[in-house]
């Protein structure tokens, strides 16, 4: 490994050139502005600040990542590509202060590249930004992208006095002598690249744990960010577009090790996770397969917990890709530990003692033997859609939505069937209203507070032309522009859990009675 350096000119160049780039398995650009300007700081006064690791190769990688808000143009084919494996974030910064030809992807911050130096500073560090970088006193300010633009350099230096010429002069001359430090290395083993990636960087805290396993599992045919981006792109179509790579790493760890906790297995060897990685993939689309099919999730944003996501990916996991169909019996466990998981709330806090106590069960019962997968107890009784409002990020309010569809409700005025898919899918609050209306209430004169209007229990599945229709009139009247037909209409109140008294206009009284509903329903499925 030969050590050697750059001048900053020279690594901006190659930068330019696109001959320096960034492998897909670093992450991206981090430093907040004080940092850049620290680092500038110690260049310029000659403080060490780290080498840069450079692995050169001829054979590019498929993947890359760009240079902070900079997409590098490709390199020449007859050049060698230089990967930054250590040193990204200060490459970064010296590139984006110092260059002015790359400009910036679209929507990208830049404004930490906007670094100036005060003249006749008195402060230990002085490299300012400035709230306005377009507009700045240049007998006070100069900006650092002007030391390597020859001409606007001695543009700005030919109006200024000969002691503030002197100080910007000083200042370039710092700048095209510094030299940053590089070492660099030079094989073909990309195995051997991610072994020099990962020891660099396990001692430091700027890396996640996806960061260590994306190098970790990185071979010449298997790169796990590509490998999660793609299941990301194949879930699109099913409403779990959104899903993270935390959660995909928890569903990795449930399958290989029976933990939810993805740093648990950082030691293994990097093929246990591509060789079972068919085996992760199957688990997961059979269990995103079973939460749209049996329980109506159609969207991640409607999933009460994602641990849930996890402990299903272990239950469904199959080397085969058309595994065998699951018992029924199996089935109802799966469901059972569903809707009391939710209920309870189980993972509400992270849960991944409990989570794992689970892929213990749940790897029992999929083997064919006793499990405790459901067996645990939960407290709830009809008070708890009396409680809680509906907030469509909480835990309650999804699983109350999931309970409701489990009833198939109907169109609250026409009585024609919902389509729940459609409903349900974009997981958000437009199609779920009041059935008393909050309107009306706050005009009666009961004097509800938001929290007694807004309870779940006040809540149905309504289409935005129902919604339009009831407006603010209570039961009693728009009564009238629902079906006249009595098995036509208690069709429609029981698939809402709702009873026929509710015309009354007795708020009170429906809140109970629907709750207590709710609570029944609840119990059944749980049981």
């Not at 002007?146 to 606007?152: A, G, I, L």
């Not at 009564?479 to 009354?504: A, G, Q, W, Y």
């Not at 007795?506 to 059944?524: N, P």
Request: charged share 25%; proline share 5%.
């Amino acid at each position: 490994m030969a050590e050697s350096y750059y001048f900053i000119k020279d690594l901006i160049n190659d930068l330019q050139r696109g001959r320096i780039r960034i492998p897909s398995f670093q992450r991206g650009f981090v430093w907040d502005p004080d940092r850049v300007s620290y680092l500038i700081d110690s260049i310029y006064k000659s403080f060490p600040f780290g080498s840069i690791l450079l692995w050169r190769t001829r054979n590019p990688l498929r993947t890359e990542r760009n240079l902070g808000p900079y997409k590098l143009p490709n390199n020449d084919p007859e050049y060698p590509i230089d990967y930054v494996l250590d040193g990204q974030q200060r490459i970064t910064s010296i590139f984006g202060i110092f260059q002015i030809i790359l400009s910036a992807e679209e929507n990208q911050d830049t404004n930490w590249t906007n670094l100036f130096f005060e003249l006749n500073s008195q402060e230990a560090v002085p490299f300012k930004y400035l709230d306005d970088p377009n507009n700045y006193d240049a007998n006070r300010f100069f900006p650092l992208k002007y030391v390597f633009d020859s001409p606007r350099y001695r543009q700005v230096t030919r109006n200024l006095d000969e002691d503030l010429a002197k100080q910007i002069d000083n200042l370039v001359d710092i700048f095209t002598q510094a030299t940053i430090p590089i070492e660099r290395f030079e094989t073909e083993e990309r195995k051997y690249v991610a072994s020099v990636f990962e020891r660099i960087n396990r001692q430091k805290i700027d890396l996640d744990t996806f960061d260590l396993l994306s190098v970790w599992n990185w071979s010449e045919d298997f790169d796990l960010q590509e490998k999660f981006r793609e299941i990301s792109e194949e879930l699109q179509p099913f409403g779990f577009k959104d899903i993270g790579s935390e959660l995909l790493l928890k569903c990795c760890s449930a399958v290989i090790m029976n933990s939810s906790n993805p740093s648990d297995f950082i030691e293994l060897p990097g093929s246990e996770v591509r060789q079972k990685f068919d085996e992760i993939r199957t688990g997961i689309h059979l269990a995103i397969d079973f939460l749209k099919r049996e329980l109506n999730v159609f969207s991640l944003k409607l999933l009460p917990m994602e641990n849930i996501l996890v402990v299903l990916t272990a239950f469904f996991a199959n080397p085969r890709k058309q595994p065998p169909p699951v018992p029924q019996e199996q089935y109802k466990v799966i469901k059972k530990w569903f809707w009391r998981s939710c209920l309870s709330q189980r993972y509400a806090r992270g849960g991944s003692k409990t989570t794992d106590l689970d892929l213990k069960a749940v790897f029992e019962l999929k083997n064919g033997r006793a499990s405790t997968l459901a067996s645990f107890d939960i407290d709830i009784d009809n008070n708890y859609f009396v409680r809680n409002t509906l907030n469509m990020s909480s835990i309650a309010t999804k699983t109350f939505i999931l309970l409701l569809a489990q009833n198939k409700p109907l169109n609250f005025i026409q009585g024609t069937n919902i389509s729940l898919e459609n409903v349900l899918s974009q997981g958000n609050r437009k199609e779920f209203h009041h059935i008393f209306p909050k309107a009306y209430l706050k005009k009666s004169d009961g004097n509800y507070q938001d929290g007694q209007i807004n309870c779940l229990a006040n809540f149905s599945i309504l289409s935005r032309t129902d919604n339009n229709k009831i407006k603010d009139q209570p039961p009693s009247k728009y009564r009238l522009e629902m079906p006249s037909d009595s098995k036509v209409l208690e069709n429609i109140l029981t698939s809402h859990l709702c009873t026929i008294d509710f015309f009354n206009d007795d708020y009170e009284r429906f809140i109970q009675t629907r709750a207590d509903s709710l609570y029944i329903k609840a119990h059944d499925l749980s049981s």
